[in-house]
């Protein structure tokens, strides 16, 4: 069975503290995709990263940087410095199709994230 | 600008009573997805469709309907059979055949709020 699993519910950090969200999956397929997205206040969700399975090498795009471990089935998401605007529900997901040709998605529950000044 | 329109934001139905989500993409994607999402919860695939005028159910299709004739448009059917209507849906698009462009990065639109009142 396929499923991601991200323990934290709710995280509150202050403002400039470094953050990580986790994010454990399970599947059976050796090719697949985890992405995460962020959804804001507004409810859109807003793609942050894709990675394929054989790609194993971490990620960093600003302050954000994400760790990509097979060995762990984890691919958690980091956020340094953190700011008020980064405040919101943070969501892994795995490609439900192993080629990620259908874009089929199954979500994690979501960490919500609060970032105080 | 391109992407994918969803509306109204917030409907309200009646008991016993069907409606219809709009969900329009300008991004000229082949496939288009429906989720639902519950207070708290991830999102739950409801319908997929990966080319015009085919459409597949997704893991909670029971008490839903949609209908693929134009390439831009995937309307859902809240019907009164779905029993827990009340839920926050979101409408998405991705690339067909995404694995052998790098993957399939899902786009979403802002979500249409549903209540039963």
């Known amino acids: 069975a396929q499923k991601v699993t991200q323990a934290q519910t709710e995280i509150s950090v202050v403002e400039k503290e470094d953050v990580t969200l986790d994010c454990v999956y399970e599947?059976?397929?050796?090719?697949?995709?985890l992405f995460w997205y962020k959804q804001p206040p507004s409810g859109e969700l807003v793609f942050l990263i894709r990675?394929?399975?054989?790609?194993?090498q971490n990620e960093i795009s600003g302050r954000y940087s994400w760790n990509f471990q097979k060995s762990t089935s984890s691919f958690n998401f980091t956020i340094t410095a953190s700011q008020v605007v980064d405040s919101a529900v943070y969501f892994c997901?795995?490609?439900?199709?192993?080629?990620?040709?259908?874009?089929?998605?199954?979500f994690g529950q979501g960490t919500t994230l609060q970032v105080k000044p | 600008d391109g992407g994918i329109t969803q509306s109204p934001k917030y409907l309200f139905r009646k008991e016993g009573q069907n409606v219809t989500l709009s969900c329009e993409q300008n991004?000229?994607?082949?496939?288009m997805y429906w989720y639902r999402q519950d207070p708290g919860q991830g999102l739950r695939l409801i319908y997929y469709?990966?080319?015009?005028?085919?459409?597949q159910k997704g893991d909670i299709a029971e008490g839903y309907s949609v209908s693929r004739e134009k390439k831009e448009s995937f309307p859902l059917t809240v019907t009164s059979a779905q029993k827990n209507p009340t839920a926050f849906y979101l409408c998405?698009?991705?690339?067909?055949?995404?694995?052998?462009?790098?993957?399939?990065?899902?786009?979403f639109g802002e979500g249409s709020w549903l209540t039963v009142v």
């Open positions: 991004l000229n994607h082949d496939a």
């Open positions: 469709s990966q080319i015009v005028n085919d459409f």
């Open positions: 990675r394929n399975s054989f790609d194993e």
């Open positions: 599947t059976r397929d050796t090719t697949y995709y």
């Open positions: 997901a795995l490609s439900q199709d192993g080629s990620g040709n259908t874009g089929k998605l199954i």
């Open positions: 998405a698009s991705s690339i067909r055949g995404g694995a052998i462009l790098s993957g399939n990065t899902i786009y």
